[in-house]
């Protein structure tokens, strides 16, 4: 036996790498989830009966990169609801790795101070790699700084996908206002955030990172935000204005000066008194449409810090005073094949403007299927030809995640089409609607953003710009500005409780058999 046992030893690191994980599901109440909480392991799945929660607090639960924790409700029927309690968040983490959310009902009471799901505790917490999956958050609209999801800790690799977010003060508020508390190399694809008092997305700007935080990537980090519909009404809060969605910058020196911003695939609708689009720091932002902004709907520009990199290509925009407004002295700027509808184009230092198609909202009817403000009817799909020019060298965004796909996740083929559709005539894709926006055909689902060489996975912003209107005449850098309703150039105008399972990180379920039936128990 001993032989067989030594054998065994040996051939088990080589064939099962690099550990056994002994996973079970475990199906809860609200009578008994605390304790089956402090039970879990990685790779374990806490099922949570519908009915009312307290308030969850989750700590010290470590998963791994191949077996998470899960904490999930059913996916239909009665809800799994954790309601806020004045005293606590919904869902507080502390000290968590690879930890999903999945189909939770978190209710905010409209208590003004209770956030959903919570990181805070700032360089003395460690939390990284958590998903929020298919979930719902109601009743955080007490006071502009009740927020749905929020981090104010070190933090990096989350994914938050699919989830719905209604009347919060804030949906998403990722960082702290002091520049602290990073939150690096996030996924947030496929959510909707619909009339919040304040910012339906914000990430923080960031002051150089903490040395050595154990939740915090060593190398270069991509944060992605993508396929969300971002919705504000018409409120505004005693405490000011807010854009859409805001993104600050990043460290100028030191780790994550390289970071990025990858904006792709939104829709974000209506803002009476701010921008829809605030960005500093280094960003990309294409093939999303920006609908009814009252003054500037995109504005790259100082806030905290100063914008640095800019790539901005085939974004939609229609409203507004300006389309897109470039402050400051960035060392890239490059705006190309946007298709603006407003009563001015583009200003501002770019070092790369071109094959931007720039006409009036009155104008619109000649060139896309439905202008509209109104959600339901809006369809800005361009007609047979209207949108279309020379083909647009897109060579210096090829290293910019999905350059070559539309809003619709569409080839964009010849590349001839200005702004974020690549076709014309009919739409083929989703239907502009206040909806979650299908990630369909589904993304691709890294530990979360993009994070290379090496590294391990609310306040607002300011005015409108001024700037001047569409010129008369044809423009040297290939933009079509379309005058008193002709083209200048180029364009044509018309549950089992203790369950296990053996999770070997290779796939080899047959070197697991093997091994045990040498070892005499199976």
């Excluded at 206002?177 to 304040?198: A, R, Y």
């Excluded at 923080?204 to 915090?216: D, E, G, S, T």
Aim: proline letters at 6%; hydrophobic letters at 40%.
């Amino acid at each position: 036996l001993l032989n067989v046992v030594a054998i065994a030893a040996l051939i088990l690191p080589s064939m099962v790498a690099p550990s056994l994980v002994w996973a079970k599901t475990v199906t809860a109440s609200p009578a008994n989830y605390k304790a089956k909480l402090k039970t879990l392991v990685a790779g374990d799945v806490l099922e949570l009966s519908a009915g009312t929660y307290p308030l969850l607090a989750v700590s010290d639960l470590k998963g791994t990169a191949s077996d998470w924790i899960t904490i999930r409700g059913p996916a239909s029927g009665a809800k799994a609801v954790i309601a806020a309690n004045p005293c606590c968040n919904v869902i507080e983490l502390t000290r968590v790795r690879y930890l999903a959310l999945e189909n939770l009902t978190m209710d905010g009471k409209d208590n003004g101070g209770s956030f959903g799901v919570s990181a805070k505790g700032g360089s003395n917490n460690d939390v990284a790699h958590v998903r929020v999956e298919n979930c719902r958050f109601i009743n955080f609209g007490g006071h502009q700084y009740q927020v749905a999801i929020s981090t104010k800790t070190p933090t990096s690799g989350w994914i938050i996908r699919g989830n719905t977010i209604l009347g919060a003060g804030t949906g998403m508020y990722l960082g702290n206002s002091n520049g602290n508390e990073p939150f690096v190399g996030g996924l947030i694809e496929g959510n909707l955030v619909k009339d919040p008092l304040g910012y339906c997305i914000q990430v923080k700007w960031q002051k150089p990172r903490p040395a050595n935080h154990p939740a915090l990537p060593a190398g270069r980090s991509e944060t992605i935000i993508r396929h969300n519909v971002l919705i504000k009404d018409n409120n505004k809060t005693s405490t000011g204005a807010r854009p859409n969605l805001l993104v600050g910058g990043f460290p100028q020196s030191g780790a994550g000066k390289d970071d990025l911003y990858q904006i792709y695939g939104n829709l974000i609708v209506n803002n009476p008194f701010e921008y829809l689009l605030q960005a500093s720091g280094r960003v990309v932002i294409h093939d999303n449409i920006l609908v009814g902004a009252k003054g500037t709907a995109l504005g790259l520009r100082n806030h905290d810090l100063p914008l640095s990199v800019a790539r901005v290509f085939n974004n939609t925009i229609y409203g507004g005073s300006k389309g897109i407004s470039v402050s400051g002295s960035p060392t890239e700027a490059r705006v190309v094949g946007n298709l603006i509808f407003a009563a001015a184009g583009i200003s501002g230092a770019s070092t790369d403007k071109r094959d931007n198609l720039v006409a009036t909202v009155a104008q619109a009817a000649s060139y896309v299927a439905s202008p509209s403000l109104v959600l339901g009817q809006m369809d800005f799909y361009p007609l047979a030809g209207a949108c279309e020019g020379s083909p647009l060298d897109l060579s210096a965004f090829a290293s910019d995640v999905d350059y070559d796909v539309d809003f619709n996740g569409q080839s964009k083929g010849a590349l001839k089409t200005r702004g974020a559709y690549a076709g014309s005539g009919q739409n083929p894709g989703w239907a502009l609607a206040a909806e979650p926006k299908p990630l369909d055909p589904p993304q691709p689902s890294p530990d979360a953003g993009v994070v290379q060489d090496g590294g391990a996975g609310a306040d607002g912003g300011a005015g409108v710009d001024q700037g001047p209107s569409p010129g008369d005449g044809p423009t040297a850098d290939g933009d079509v500005v379309v005058v008193d309703g002709s083209a200048d150039s180029g364009a044509s105008a018309v549950g089992d409780d203790g369950g296990c399972r053996i999770a070997a990180s290779d796939g080899s379920a047959e070197a697991v058999a093997f091994a045990l039936v040498l070892l005499g128990i199976a």
